[in-house]
């Protein structure tokens, strides 16, 4: 999303699977991605470009519900050009938290 100096929204758009250039089959609706859990956290990756994390707390990702993150490295038209998912299938070492990422 983009702003105006008013802050009102000049731009948007949805980043979702197979939308936004996050590739499909990635997360799915019973995930909860994005859902009350995202953040703008800067250039990371120093390409010039802001990029933001993303809560998926339902995310079956090592266990029923555990939940992962994801950063989200984005392009200049704020689409995803590469991400990074967090979680306890990932090799964390989350083990026993229900609900990361929320």
């Given amino acids: 999303m983009r702003l105006h100096s008013n802050a009102t929204v000049a731009h948007s758009r ?9 590739p499909a089959g990635v997360i799915s609706s019973s ?3 994005g859902v ?6 800067g250039d990371v990756d120093g390409d010039g470009f802001n990029d933001i994390i993303v809560g998926a707390p339902s995310m079956d990702a090592g266990g029923t519900d555990y939940g ?3 950063v ?4 200049g038209n704020d689409t995803v050009r590469e991400y990074t998912r967090i979680s306890r299938a990932a090799g ?3 083990d026993g938290i229900a ?4």
């Fill in 14 to 22: 949805r980043i979702f699977n197979g939308e936004g250039g996050l």
């Fill in 31 to 33: 995930d909860l991605f």
């Fill in 36 to 41: 009350g859990s995202d953040a703008g956290i």
């Fill in 68 to 70: 992962a993150l994801f």
């Fill in 72 to 75: 989200l490295f984005m392009r």
């Fill in 92 to 94: 964390e070492g989350l």
């Fill in 99 to 102: 609900g990361f990422g929320a």
